[in-house]
Structures are given as C-alpha cells and as structure tokens.
C-alpha cells in the first residue's frame, strides 16, 4: 500500500511537467478532479432517482424492464454523455403463469388439507398492492405437477445431503424443503435433482432473517416478515441457456431446450409462516440440533407428515419464452486513450420492486455519470482513458445481459478493458463496506476507502472518519486484523463474464449489514422497497453517496492514472498464501500420490520475483513517452488474462481462470484454485473406484494451473523465453 501511495506521488510528480498533456498544471487538476468525486455526490438526487425507479416492477425480459432502459438512456442523453446506445439480446427467459399460480400443498388422498400463498402479503408501502407484480417463483424452476414424501434438508449444502445419506434417507422421488440462506439456491436444487427428488421448496428460516421475532420485522425494521417469499434463479450456468459460449443475436444458433443446462424439476419459494404447516407436522427423526431453527416447533428430517394418508404437492406452472432483454451503454470519451475503457456496471431488472438489489446501484451510477460530466462541463476535463457506463438487463436470470455482452464484445474487451467495476446494489444495510475483488485491485481499492469520509456519524464520533476505518474495524482481515477483509471475486453477479471468461480484473462493492452471511434478509422479496431505503436502511442517502463517491474514485484512478495503479505483488502474495493453504491442507494426500508440487510452486515463486522486479521498474518508466507508458500498462493488463484456461477448469468450460472463478459447491463464495481445491475435496468424498479417474484429472489441472502460472510471471516481461 505505501508502495502505491509513493507511486501515485511520483506519477503526479512527473506528470505536471509533461505540458502536453493540457495546459492546466495536472496536480492542481487531478485534485481537482478527486475533491469533485468526493465531495459533489448528491444525496438527494440518489433519493430523487430511486423514488423514480421503485414504481414498479422491472422483471427482465418484460415491457417494464424496457421502460427502465429508456428511462435512463434518456437520462444519460440529458447529462450529456458522448454516445448513449440500447445494445438488445433475444434469450431464454423464464415467467411464472399470470393465470395459474404456483402452490405448495399438503393432500389428504386428493383433498386440500392447505395449501400456500400466491404472492406475498401488502404491509406497508402501496405500491406491493400493484396488480403487475409477479405470482411467487423461482427463475427456471421447470413445470410440473408432483407429489411426494417430505424430507427437511437443512440449509441444502453438499453436508447436508451427505448426513441425509448417511441417515439412510434416499431422496428418490421425494420433495426436499430446504432453508435458504447458507448456498445458492441453484446448487441446493441441483445437488437435490442429483439425487433423485422430483421437486424443492425453499423457506428462509427466521432463526437466520428474523432472529428478534416475527413482530419486530418490516416495516418496523429491515428483519424478514411471516409472509416473505424471496425470488432467484435456479439456473447454474451463466448466460443465455440457449446460445452457450455465443451472444445472442438475430445471427445466433439456439439449442434445442432440452439441452440447455436448467435443471428439472419444479422448485418454489414459500414464506415461514407457510414452511411452518409443512414442517410442524412432519414425521420421522428429529433432526439433529444445528438444523433446528427459529420456528416454534421440533423440525423433524422425514420423509413424510405425521398423518397417514398426507402427501405433500407442488404444482409449478412456469414457463420459459424467448424474450428480448437490453443494456443500455453509456460512454463518456477519455482523452488519451480513448480505445482503453473503464467500465462501470449495475443491473437495472429486479425480481418485484427492487429498491436495494439493484436500484440503490443504479441510482448511484446515474448520480456517478451526471458529478463526471458535470465536472467536465465546468472545466472541459476528460479522463484519460474512456469511462463506459453500462446498466446491465436480465441479470437477476443469471447475468443474461452482461454475459451476452461479454461474449460479443469478448475480443475486443480482452484487448482494451483495463477493469470492470460492478455495484449491483449500493446498500443493502449501513453497517460496513463488504468488497469482493481480484487481488489485483486490493491495493487500489483500499486506498480509495481511505479517502471516502465515512457517513456514519456514530463512526466519526469514534474517531473513525473515512469509510476504510469502519471496514477495518468492522470487518477485519481474520488473518491479518488490521486490514479489511477483503473477499474474492466469485460469483454472483456481472463480473461473471468480465473475470471469469475474459480474465478483466473486477471488484464488486456495497454497504451491508452486521450479518455477515446473509447480508439483507429481504432480499429479493416484495418488501425491497422504496420505503425500506428510506426509511430504515439509509435515512439521508448518506450510505449511496459513500459508495458513489468509493465507485467513482476508484474509477478515476483506473482511468486517469498514468500507470495503472495493479497490485502486482499484493497478487503475488495472495498466490503465495493460497498455495501455502493447499500445501497444509492436501500436502500428505497429494504427496501419498507421489505428486509433486514442485513445479507449481516454482512458478509461484517466479511470479513473485517477476511482480517485485517489475513494480521496482515501474519507478523508471519514461513517464514523457507515450509508447512507453502504453507498453508498460498493456503488460499489467495481461497479467489478469494469464490466469485464463481455455478449456475452463475441470469440468467447467465457462470458468476459465484457474485462480479465481467461483467454488464448485457454491457459487457465492471464492476459493483460491478451485479446480484443485474442488478435486481434491471430491477425492476425500468418492469412493476408491473413483480415485483414479479424479487423481487424473488432478494432475492435468495443476500441469495447466502450473502453466498459468508461469504465464503470469512472463507476461510482465518483453522476452518470449
Ligand atoms: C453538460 O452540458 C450540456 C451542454 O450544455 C448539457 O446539455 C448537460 O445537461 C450538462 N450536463 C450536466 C451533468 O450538467
Ligand atoms: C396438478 O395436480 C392437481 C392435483 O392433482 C390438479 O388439481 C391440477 O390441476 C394439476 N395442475 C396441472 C397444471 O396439471
Ligand atoms: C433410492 O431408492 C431408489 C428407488 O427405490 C433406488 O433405485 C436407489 O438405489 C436408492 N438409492 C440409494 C442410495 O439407496
Ligand atoms: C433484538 O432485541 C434485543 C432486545 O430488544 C436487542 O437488544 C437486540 O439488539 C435486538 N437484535 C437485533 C439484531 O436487532
Ligand atoms: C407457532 O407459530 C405459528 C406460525 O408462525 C403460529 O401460527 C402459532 O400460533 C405459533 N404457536 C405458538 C404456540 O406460539
Ligand atoms: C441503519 O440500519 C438500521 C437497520 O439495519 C437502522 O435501524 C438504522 O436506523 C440505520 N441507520 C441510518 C443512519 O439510516
Ligand atoms: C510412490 O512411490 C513409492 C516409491 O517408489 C512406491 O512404493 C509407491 O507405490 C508409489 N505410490 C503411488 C500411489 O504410486
Ligand atoms: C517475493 O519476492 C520478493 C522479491 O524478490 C522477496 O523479497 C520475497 O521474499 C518473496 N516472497 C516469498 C514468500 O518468497
């Protein structure tokens, strides 16, 4: 970190003697510049833009959706960005029926003894009364009609089925009713189809949402009430279903449906208060005590209900349409380097209202355009290098917009994006800063939270002013507790394509909540409201307007430095770390193979070398020679790409970068080398018959890891030896 902060010092330095750069002093500009970011964020307009955006629903692929994409082209056009464009792609989208609800029921024989809500209950704000929203349902959830035993599964992750397994409890054509809250609920359905159940519904248990009871929840605090029902996609891979590894344009060949990876079977959400007629009489062993949870009864595993007779129904009634979706584009032209851009994103589609996921961002992002070209209206300053601001649809079906995008444009990205910077929602609580990123960007992304003052008044009372300081002591670094902890860019939102296709370093940003692993309870339900932002989460808009000024800073910084401020050696380290964790975690077993991890980390210890020598260089660089600054700043670029595997890791063509793309088991949460780590994990899992075949591809992977690796230490060099 000192060693960026020395680095920025001699960039302005030396750029305020290169006169051609513009006839005003840069020093004097780039302050200029970082104060206006900084301090020009206007609460009120985040509030005016969100009030204006939460109306109505905006759920991909519809008419609403639509509308939002012209409403902020038209806002771009007003603000007077350089090009504003509608790029549009036809995919796969999936609908619940406006005429035939989905219900969960309990059947005696075939009467209806109960059966579930269709939507979620109004409480508070008028508008969760619109007749436009949405029946309840999961994002390609198939259609079906089925009935069975009842087995509880806990929070559905790979140790949950495998005590379900251990109990003797096949899951053979049985429904499973799992809590979300712990994995992504693709991979709970998922690893549920595997085996053998012919349908899911999910509950959010209010031991994890509504921990003060079920009176203290919305409206009168951000805890989930008894009739939230929260929406998502089921869907694994990203992207278009039916245009895999292509966008989808007129000119693009679809597959058949029954090829595209969507799971199968019918899933449905329900509330807590409609999970508690299910599980309050189930029958068979008590479940053990850590998947008890917060309703006021003893959860059993099943399978089945108490009374005989009873079986429990799901009738799901979805169907998947074509539909077309929009980004809408918005460039803002840098000075220099035009043909270099840095990109901003947030998606503008939500599943109902949408006020925190995602149009707390959005209507950050479109406050951050209108202080950047406010500020070059008044002074004719333009970045170096070209902003492009993108509101990205379809995103909450699995990326559908961005990853279009990503594979058109592919290419040209690989060669001239230098970072992606995704906030897909501003806040989602008011408690700390939580950021996932590429080590590559963790110097950078650091620095700019010291500068943001912090909008916590309590905070600042206590002596910490900027935004860092709250995350520091929020939230430290487990490992080292004077930092933030800063997460690895997994999955989860539009980086997908950017850092896990294209090898485009990406950070992604909010303020959340205390709880750290849930973030917003009503997340995705009826009650993300214009009201709760307002009202509970951000009274004053204090919160965006941190996160506005943290978007934009690091936005400056990427486009207008000289030298692109990448934490080579941070990267280094990072590596280092992880590599050391696998050593003392699998070391034996691999070792029991007569593996070796020389190589590997042989060129772990090149990368290194390579990132420390070259950082030492960057102090050298010709800073008045515009080629050499170029040469310099394509050579980090590539460092990120490096870790691209063509082939994707094992198993997975669509995650190609073999350091960081999201763990197998579920797609939230980032673990360094997941191709590895996840092997390895599947070694101590399978039975012997299997070890051969995953021992194989073990060593293929770390050959090609090994390889990157390596790679990754070259690139920063101009010597093809
Ligand atoms: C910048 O100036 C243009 C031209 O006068 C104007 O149309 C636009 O609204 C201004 N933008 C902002 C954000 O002030
Ligand atoms: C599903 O099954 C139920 C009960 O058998 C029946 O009432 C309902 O009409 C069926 N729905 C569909 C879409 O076939
Ligand atoms: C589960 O039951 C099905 C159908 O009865 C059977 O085919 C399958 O082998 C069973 N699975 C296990 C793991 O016992
Ligand atoms: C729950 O209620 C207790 C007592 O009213 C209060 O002290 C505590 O802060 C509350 N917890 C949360 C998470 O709001
Ligand atoms: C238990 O919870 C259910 C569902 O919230 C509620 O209807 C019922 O009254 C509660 N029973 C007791 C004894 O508190
Ligand atoms: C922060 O959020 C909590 C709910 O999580 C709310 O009670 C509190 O008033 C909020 N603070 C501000 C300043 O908005
Ligand atoms: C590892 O090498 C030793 C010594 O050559 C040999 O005895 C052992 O069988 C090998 N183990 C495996 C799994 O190949
Ligand atoms: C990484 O490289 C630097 C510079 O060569 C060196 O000082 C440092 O000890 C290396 N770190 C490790 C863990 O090898």
Redesign the pocket.
């Known amino acids: 970190m000192a060693l960026i902060t020395l680095m920025f010092g001699i960039i302005v330095l030396l750029c305020s003697e290169t006169k051609e750069l513009s006839k005003r002093s840069l020093i004097s500009e780039v302050t200029d510049i970082e104060n206006y970011i900084i301090h020009s964020v206007n609460p009120l307009n985040i509030r005016h833009i969100l009030r204006e955006l939460t109306k109505q629903p905006g759920l991909g692929g519809t008419a609403e959706e639509m509308e939002r994409a012209e409403w902020i082209a038209e806002i771009w056009r007003q603000q007077g960005m350089d090009e504003v464009h509608l790029t549009p792609y036809t995919v796969l989208l999936s609908y619940p029926s406006s005429t035939q609800p989905n219900l969960v029921r309990l059947l005696n024989e075939d009467k209806v003894m109960w059966v579930s809500a269709v939507k979620q209950k109004p409480l508070y704000a008028p508008e969760e009364a619109l007749p436009s929203l949405p029946y309840t349902f999961n994002g390609y959830a198939a259609p079906g009609n089925v009935s069975g035993d009842v087995v509880y599964a806990n929070y559905g992750r790979y140790e949950d089925f495998t005590l379900l397994a251990e109990k003797g409890i096949n899951l053979t054509s049985r429904i499973v009713l799992a809590r979300y809250g712990k994995i992504f609920r693709g991979n709970i359905a998922k690893m549920a189809e595997d085996r053998g159940a012919v349908g899911v519904v999910f509950f959010s248990d209010p031991a994890d949402f509504a921990p003060n009871g079920s009176v203290f929840v919305y409206p009168h605090?951000?805890f989930m009430p008894p009739s939230a029902a929260p929406f998502g996609t089921t869907k694994l891979g990203s992207g278009d279903p039916l245009t895999p590894f292509y966008p989808a344009v007129e000119s693009a060949y679809r597959i058949p449906e029954e090829e595209a990876s969507l799971l199968k079977i019918p899933v449905q959400p329900i509330s807590y208060e409609d999970a508690w007629h299910i599980l309050s009489i189930m029958g068979g062993e008590e479940a053990p005590s850590s998947w008890q949870g917060g309703l006021n009864i003893t959860y059993r595993l099943g399978p089945g209900l108490v009374h005989a007779g009873w079986t429990t129904h799901l009738d799901v009634n979805n169907a998947n349409t074509m539909s077309t979706t929009h980004n809408v584009i918005g460039v803002f032209k840098g000075r220099e380097e035009p043909d270099r851009y840095v990109i901003l994103g947030n998606h503008y589609d939500g599943w109902l209202l949408g006020a925190v996921d995602p149009l707390s961002g959005t209507a950050a992002m479109l406050e951050l355009s209108r202080v950047f070209i406010s500020f070059h209206n008044e002074t004719g300053w333009r970045p170096r290098r070209s902003l492009v601001f993108i509101g990205w649809g379809a995103e909450e079906y699995g990326f559908l917009g961005s990853l279009e995008w990503t594979e058109q444009f592919g290419k040209q990205l690989s060669d001239r994006a230098v970072t992606y910077l995704n906030v897909d929602m501003a806040i989602e609580?008011?408690?700390t800063l939580r950021t996932k990123s590429t080590p590559l960007l963790i110097d950078a992304i650091y620095e700019s939270a010291k500068k943001i003052p912090n909008p916590?008044v309590d905070e600042v009372a206590a002596g910490r002013l900027s935004v860092y300081d709250t995350w520091a002591a929020r939230r430290p670094d487990p490992l080292e507790p004077d930092i933030p902890l800063m997460q690895l860019i997994a999955s989860g939102s539009d980086y997908q394509g950017f850092q896990h296709s294209l090898g485009i370093p990406c950070m992604d940003t909010r303020y959340t909540?205390?709880n750290v692993v849930l973030g917003d309870p009503m997340y995705h339900t009826l009650y993300e409201t214009f009201a709760l932002v307002d009202e509970?989460?951000?009274?004053?808009f204090?919160?965006h307007t941190a996160v506005t000024a943290l978007w934009g800073h690091l936005a400056l910084v990427f486009s207008d430095s000289q030298l692109l401020p990448f934490s080579l050696v941070t990267y280094a380290e990072f590596i280092m770390k992880a590599v050391a964790g696998i050593e003392d975690d699998y070391g034996e077993l691999i070792a029991s193979q007569n593996i070796s991890l020389k190589y590997f980390t042989d060129a772990v210890q090149k990368f290194n070398e390579s990132a420390s020598s070259f950082t030492k260089k960057l102090n050298t660089v010709d800073l008045k020679n515009p080629l050499a600054v170029r040469h310099i700043n394509d050579q980090m670029m590539m460092v990120e790409r490096a870790f691209i595997d063509p082939q994707g890791i094992p198993g997975r063509p669509h995650d190609n970068h073999v350091v960081t793309a999201p763990s197998k088991y579920d797609g939230y949460s980032g673990m360094p080398f997941p191709g590895l780590v996840d092997t390895l994990i599947a070694i101590k899992e399978a039975s012997a018959e299997s070890h051969k075949e995953l021992w194989r591809i073990f060593s293929h992977h770390l050959a090609a890891v090994t390889h990157f690796v390596n790679t990754a230490g070259k690139v920063l060099s101009d010597d093809l030896w």
């Open positions: 605090s951000s609580g008011n408690y916590d909540h205390d509970i989460y951000d009274q004053g204090h919160f």
